[in-house]
């Protein structure tokens, strides 16, 4: 199992930037795969960005060029950095860790709300 915590979100002007940091209960080398999903008001979640334990990272359309994630191992954390948001993008926001056989496991969720 994993205890994942998010933090970082809140209200920000459309064009500004946030940093969303999600600390995991376990290290880095037991978890195959890190997330970022949101969900928006009326909408399916969905995946925004993903890391790997090597590094590997992927992203959904509508956020390349503007997110970012990265990883600290050393310290469990992963990180979502967002910037030029969009109203678009209010939503809130989900670290899930893919345990493999051990399944995924989903954090609390933080709130971004971005106005216009």
């Known amino acids: 199992q994993v205890q994942l915590v998010e933090s970082g979100g809140g209200l920000v002007q459309a064009g500004g930037s946030l940093r969303l940091s999600c600390a995991a209960s376990r290290n880095w080398n037991t978890i195959e795969v890190m997330s970022w999903f949101r969900q928006g008001p009326g909408k399916q979640r969905e995946l925004v960005a993903s890391?790997?334990?090597?590094?590997?990272?992927n992203y959904a359309d509508f956020v390349k060029g503007r997110f970012t994630i990265s990883g600290d191992y050393a310290k469990n954390m992963v990180y979502l950095q967002m910037n030029n948001l969009k109203p678009e993008d209010t939503a809130v926001y989900y670290c899930s860790a893919d345990l493999g056989p051990l399944g995924w496991h989903w954090g609390q969720g933080t709130r971004v709300t971005v106005s216009s």
């Open positions: 890391i790997t334990g090597g590094g590997n990272t």
